[in-house]
């Protein structure tokens, strides 16, 4: 899988590293990943570091991953920060998943620098 999830305690959030092309098996296996850990952490803040992603997965698979996470109950959701890809292609599809997650009900930022997302994600509020 081109990702990889970990739990930062110091940021009180799930780090998670995308690289290289990913599939709709790959988004499914994501989402069901970071909602598990979020449910056995308490987690509810997710730093998501896209850099090195150079997206693959089409619009189709990016809604689905929407759907998925927002049919999680309210009180499990919390704050998606993203660090956006360099490929101006897969920052489309952040930027999407982004504009509908928000418009759906989550709090999901996109961001230049990983300080940007890291202080946002971490601020009160």
Same mark, same amino acid.
């Given at each position: 899988?081109?990702?990889?999830?970990?739990?930062? !305690?110091? %940021?009180?959030?799930?780090?998670?590293?995308?690289?290289? &092309?990913?599939?709709?098996?790959?988004? !499914?296996? %994501?989402?069901?990943?970071?909602?598990? @850990? *979020? $449910?056995?952490? *308490? %987690?509810? !803040? /997710? @730093?998501?570091?896209?850099?090195?992603?150079?997206?693959?997965?089409?619009?189709?698979?990016? %809604?689905?991953?929407? $759907?998925?996470?927002?049919?999680?109950?309210?009180?499990?959701?919390? !704050?998606?920060?993203?660090?956006?890809?360099?490929?101006?292609?897969?920052?489309?599809?952040?930027?999407?998943?982004?504009?509908?997650?928000? &418009?759906? *009900? &989550?709090?999901?930022?996109?961001?230049?620098?990983?300080?940007?997302? /890291? *202080?946002?994600?971490?601020?009160?509020?």
């Amino acid at each position: 899988m081109p990702f990889e999830i970990k739990e930062t !305690r110091e %940021l009180a959030a799930i780090e998670v590293r995308l690289w290289g &092309s990913v599939d709709g098996a790959d988004i !499914r296996a %994501l989402a069901a990943a970071v909602i598990g @850990l *979020g $449910k056995t952490s *308490g %987690l509810r !803040r /997710v @730093l998501v570091d896209c850099r090195e992603y150079l997206g693959g997965a089409g619009f189709r698979e990016v %809604l689905s991953l929407t $759907k998925d996470v927002m049919e999680r109950p309210a009180e499990e959701r919390g !704050r998606e920060a993203f660090i956006a890809p360099r490929d101006p292609y897969a920052a489309a599809d952040v930027t999407f998943y982004i504009h509908t997650a928000n &418009s759906l *009900g &989550s709090t999901a930022r996109m961001f230049t620098s990983g300080e940007e997302a /890291v *202080g946002w994600l971490t601020r009160p509020g």
